[in-house]
């Protein structure tokens, strides 16, 4: 699927700014992960494409998250097995599918720390511009900030990686500072 085509299936479904936000941060963590990992053009474009779907019926059927686009959505757009396994194994308490292959884990990875990553920016003038890792991993400790947002996820992400939190944090400012600047997030 191609990525315009990727990004008018997502508004369909999700009108919040909010989650398109949120969806365009996982998408382009994933697809910066993957160059990191130096996987060819073709894989790079699934893991954004992984990323960008991944809440994709979050909005309209939030208590069938993530199995509704599995079963209704995603076979329409014949996206790929391999993809919706990932989008699966991103909610094993809602699937019972744990994360496996490499894309299953890095997104996992990068979805929990996305949207944490994000409020830490909406407390800064300037957002992710000269955001500081140590502030982010200070952050995470007091529990009522972001309070939705699962420690436990993004410590079982870090392990599934094999990366430090300070390295996971410290790559995605990276990420979301490059996306900012090119309006691909806010
Ligand atoms: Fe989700
Ligand atoms: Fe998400």
Same mark, same amino acid.
């Given at each position: 699927?191609e990525k315009?085509q990727a990004e008018?299936?997502?508004n ?9 936000n949120h969806s365009?941060?996982v998408?382009?963590?994933?697809k910066?992960y993957?160059k990191k990992l130096?996987?060819n ?6 893991w954004?494409l992984c990323?960008?779907l991944h809440?994709?019926d ?11 686009a599995?079963?209704?959505i995603f076979p329409?757009?014949? *996206?790929?097995?391999?993809i919706?396994h $990932?989008?699966l ?5 809602r =699937? #019972? /599918?744990?994360a496996?292959? &490499?894309?299953?884990r ?5 979805d929990?720390?996305s949207g944490f990553i994000?409020a830490?920016?909406l407390?800064?003038?300037t957002?992710?511009?000269g ?8 952050? *995470?400790?007091t529990l009522n900030?972001a $309070?939705n ?5 993004i410590? =079982? #992400? /870090?392990e599934l990686?094999? &990366?430090s939190?300070?390295?996971?944090i410290?790559?995605?400012?990276d990420v979301?500072?490059?996306a ?5 997030i806010?």
């Open positions: 699927m315009k008018l299936i997502l369909k479904y999700v009108k919040a700014n909010s989650l398109l365009h941060m998408a382009n963590a994933m910066a993957a130096e996987k053009e073709n894989t790079i474009h699934d954004w990323g960008l809440d994709i979050w909005e309209v059927y939030p208590d069938q998250h993530p199995n509704h599995v079963e209704h329409v757009i014949e *996206l790929s097995d391999e919706q $990932a989008i194994a991103h909610a094993p308490s =699937t #019972g /599918v744990t496996e292959s &490499e894309m299953d890095y997104l996992f990875a990068c929990e720390i994000h830490v920016s407390m800064r003038p957002a992710y511009d955001m500081k890792v140590k502030s982010v991993m200070k952050k *995470l400790k900030f $309070a947002v699962s420690r436990n996820d410590h =079982t #992400g /870090v990686i094999g &990366e939190l300070s390295d996971h410290l790559f995605l400012i979301f500072q490059d900012k600047q090119k309006n691909l806010n």
